[in-house]
Nanobody, 124 residues
Framework: QVQLVESGGGLVAAGGSLRLSCAASGRTFSTFAMAWFRQAPGQEREFAAGISRYGGKTIYADSVKGRFTISRDNAKNTVYLQMNSLQPEDTAVYLC?????????????????WGQGTQVTVSS
């Protein structure tokens, strides 16, 4: 079992930046591949970025590649999402997810644990 708590969301103007954090507790953090998903109102949950257990591999959705950076600090049991050049279409609830495997994948059904989410709103 693992508990995930996101923080760092908020309101930002287009072109601005935010850094999201997801703190994990309950099990050894390096057990999990981690990911960030996002869900806008009326839309399906969408993969944004993922990172393998020890950070050796990262993957991104095409829509965020070059603007978002995922990283993790296993000593602090935390995964981060640095978001730059934010646009109104990035507005969504951002959710942290954990998967008990080495590999990181884009399919939300393959993640075992989820946080409650943090709202990101980008104004035009």
């Amino acid at each position: 079992q693992v508990q995930l708590v996101e923080s760092g969301g908020g309101l930002v103007a287009a072109g601005g930046s935010l850094r999201l954090s997801c703190a994990a507790s309950g099990r050894t953090f390096s057990t999990f591949a981690m990911a960030w998903f996002r869900q806008a109102p009326g839309q399906e949950r969408e993969f944004a970025a993922g990172i393998s257990r020890y950070g050796g591999k990262t993957i991104y959705a095409d829509s965020v590649k070059g603007r978002f950076t995922i990283s993790r600090d296993n000593a602090k049991n935390t995964v981060y999402l640095q978001m730059n050049s934010l646009q109104p279409e990035d507005t969504a609830v951002y959710l942290c997810a954990a998967r008990t495997a080495e590999t990181v994948v884009r399919i939300f059904g393959m993640y075992n644990y989820w946080g409650q989410g943090t709202q990101v709103t980008v104004s035009s």
